[in-house]
Nanobody
Framework: QLQLVESGGGLVQAGGSLRLSCAAS????????MGWFRQAPGKEREFVSA????????FYADSVKGRFTISRDNAKNTVYLQMNTLKPEDTAVYYC??????????????????WGQGTQVTVSS
């Protein structure tokens, strides 16, 4: 069992920055591909970013490319999402997720085995 807990969400003005953290339990964190997803009211959950086990490769949705940066610290069992130049359309509940079975990056929700409870990010105009 892997437990994920997100933190760092909050209210920020457009153009501001936030850094989300996802702390994981367990002894095999480095075995997991990690991803971030988000869900806005009335919208389906969408892929945001993912990072490989070692952190050597990352991938981003077009909507956040150039503004968001995903990273991980396997020694601390934590994955991060640095969000810069935030826009109102970034407002959503952000979830971190872990994929145990695939070594390569994936954007598919069904490939992720564990999910956090989410943290709210609200960007005002």
């Amino acid at each position: 069992q892997l437990q994920l807990v997100e933190s760092g969400g909050g209210l920020v003005q457009a153009g501001g920055s936030l850094r989300l953290s996802c702390a994981a339990s367990g002894r095999t964190f480095s075995r997991y591909v990690m991803g971030w997803f988000r869900q806005a009211p009335g919208k389906e959950r969408e892929f945001v970013s993912a990072i490989t086990r070692s952190g050597s490769t990352t991938f981003y949705a077009d909507s956040v490319k150039g503004r968001f940066t995903i990273s991980r610290d396997n020694a601390k069992n934590t994955v991060y999402l640095q969000m810069n130049t935030l826009k109102p359309e970034d407002t959503a509940v952000y979830y971190c997720a872990a994929d145990f079975y695939r070594a390569t990056l994936t954007t598919r929700e069904q490939n992720y085995d564990y999910w956090g409870q989410g943290t709210q990010v609200t960007v005002s105009s």
